[in-house]
């Protein structure tokens, strides 16, 4: 069965620091892989997704992530972080066979940017 | 300007007193989710609509149903609410199956 595990459910960071974000999933077919940010009380917000091409994809708000395929990862990064950037990151894979567009996602970590 | 809209924000009901969530979408998909989050939690899907065909997920409880009427509203409706159906709902859209993902900004249930 498919599965995404994100490796640290907190990542505490001072402002101004660099993150990375861990994300590891398990499946034998192909996948898309996306990274969602969500804001307190808010819903989804796509930061970034790999498809096809380039391992390495930039998104908004300064994120970029790289697939690594014989890894099975697709890591968040962001070199300079900011207090605006507190909040709950999702990582999840959609099986490139799949008819539905189920999206599966890992159990979340938070970013905890401190002044 | 909000896309993919969901009412009312937060929903408070009485445990086995019938709810109904709302979402509505201008984005004219033809594909729209709902997933449920639960405290801490990832979300998960309950099921999807692909224009008027229904999609159940395997272990979606009876208890959830789902009604899309047009091509801009999906309902969920959850008949006899328990406490373990408190939760955060989100609903999403995208173009087709395979698309990209644009969520609502989410219904906080919570069950009394």
């Known amino acids: 069965a498919q599965s995404v595990t994100q490796l640290d459910s907190q990542v505490p960071v001072f402002e101004e620091a660099p993150v990375e974000l861990r994300c590891n999933y398990s499946?034998?077919?192909?996948?898309?892989l996306f990274w969602y940010v969500q804001y307190p009380n808010q819903g989804l917000q796509l930061l970034l997704k790999?498809?096809?091409?380039?391992?390495l994809v930039k998104g908004i708000n300064g994120f970029e992530a790289e697939f690594n395929k014989s890894q099975t990862s697709f890591h968040l990064r962001k070199p300079s972080v900011h207090i605006s950037d507190t909040a709950e990151y999702f990582c999840?894979?959609?099986?490139?066979?799949?008819?539905?567009?189920?999206?599966?996602f890992g159990q979340g970590t938070t970013l905890q940017v401190k002044p | 300007d909000a896309m993919v809209i969901q009412n009312p924000r937060y929903q408070v009901t009485q445990f086995g007193k019938p709810v109904t969530l709302s979402c509505s979408q201008t984005?004219?998909?033809?594909?729209m989710y709902w997933y449920q989050q639960k405290s801490s939690q990832a979300p998960k899907l309950l099921f999807h609509?692909?224009?008027?065909?229904?999609?159940n997920e395997a272990d979606t409880p009876d208890n959830f149903q789902s009604r899309r009427p047009n091509t801009s509203f999906c309902f969920l409706d959850i008949r006899s609410p328990g406490l373990g159906d408190a939760a955060m709902y989100l609903c999403?859209?995208?173009?087709?199956?395979?698309?990209?993902?644009?969520f609502g900004a989410g219904t906080r249930l919570s069950v009394l």
């Open positions: 999403a859209t995208s173009r087709e199956k395979n698309g990209i993902q644009y």
């Open positions: 499946s034998s077919v192909s996948v898309y």
């Open positions: 790999y498809l096809s091409g380039s391992t």
């Open positions: 999840a894979v959609r099986l490139g066979s799949s008819n539905t567009g189920k999206l599966i």
């Open positions: 984005l004219n998909h033809n594909v």
């Open positions: 609509y692909y224009d008027k065909d229904f999609n």
